[in-house]
């Protein structure tokens, strides 16, 4: 058995290989746990090379002008051609 540190008082196992297993096992549960609530280092994500946003590489135009528009329905008609609710009160 290797000894780390010798004359070690009772208390904390310092010499047991198990003891250092567990403690970095605990610490790298830590690391997991507080590093979501740290705030990050870094100013702003790195562009997006195929969304055409800004700073992308695609010059045909930001996704959302080319992406599907959806039309808005209530019960099955357009707000535009159903009756005014507030005429109906």
Not at 18 to 38: D, M, N, S
């Amino acid at each position: 058995m290797i000894v780390l540190v010798a004359d070690v008082p009772p208390g904390l196992p310092l010499g047991d290989w198990q003891f250092w297993v567990v403690t970095a096992i605990a610490l790298a549960g830590v690391v997991l746990v507080v590093r979501p609530l740290l705030p990050s280092s870094k100013s702003s994500p790195p562009p997006c090379t195929g969304c055409g946003g800004a700073g992308g590489g695609s010059s045909s135009g930001s996704r959302r002008s080319r992406a599907a528009k959806a039309t808005l329905t209530i019960g099955g008609e357009s707000p535009a051609a159903a009756p005014d609710r507030d005429a109906i009160r």
